[in-house]
Nanobody
Framework: QVQLAESGGGLVQTGGSLRLSCVASGSIFSMAAMGWYRQAPGKQRELVAIIGRGGSPTYADSVNGRFTISRDNAKNTVYLQMDSLKSEDTAVYYC?????????WGQGTQVIVSS
């Protein structure tokens, strides 16, 4: 089994920055994709950013140019640097990882952007 633990969420003003971290633990062999999804109140969960083991990132259009995803394979950790935050970025952010065709999810970390 694999466990994902997020950290770094919180309350920030519009235009501010936050950095989310997610550490994978347990039966780690070789994580393929790692990334972040988010779910705002009353909305479906949506992809924010995802990165392959080789470091190729994909971003949602809504965050492209403001968010940066990165990963440290040696530490089994994925990061999400969020800059120029907007009120519409308010959501619960979930870490996501795939290993051997099995998807894993973290418990989520709340991000609130106040105007």
């Amino acid at each position: 089994q694999v466990q994902l633990a997020e950290s770094g969420g919180g309350l920030v003003q519009t235009g501010g920055s936050l950095r989310l971290s997610c550490v994978a633990s347990g039966s780690i062999f070789s994580m393929a994709a790692m990334g972040w999804y988010r779910q705002a109140p009353g909305k479906q969960r949506e992809l924010v950013a995802i990165i392959g083991r080789g470091g190729s990132p994909t971003y949602a259009d809504s965050v492209n140019g403001r968010f940066t995803i990165s990963r440290d394979n040696a530490k089994n950790t994925v990061y999400l640097q969020m800059d120029s935050l907007k009120s519409e970025d308010t959501a619960v952010y979930y870490c996501y990882a795939v290993q051997r065709l099995t998807a894993y999810w973290g418990q989520g970390t709340q991000v609130i952007v106040s105007s």
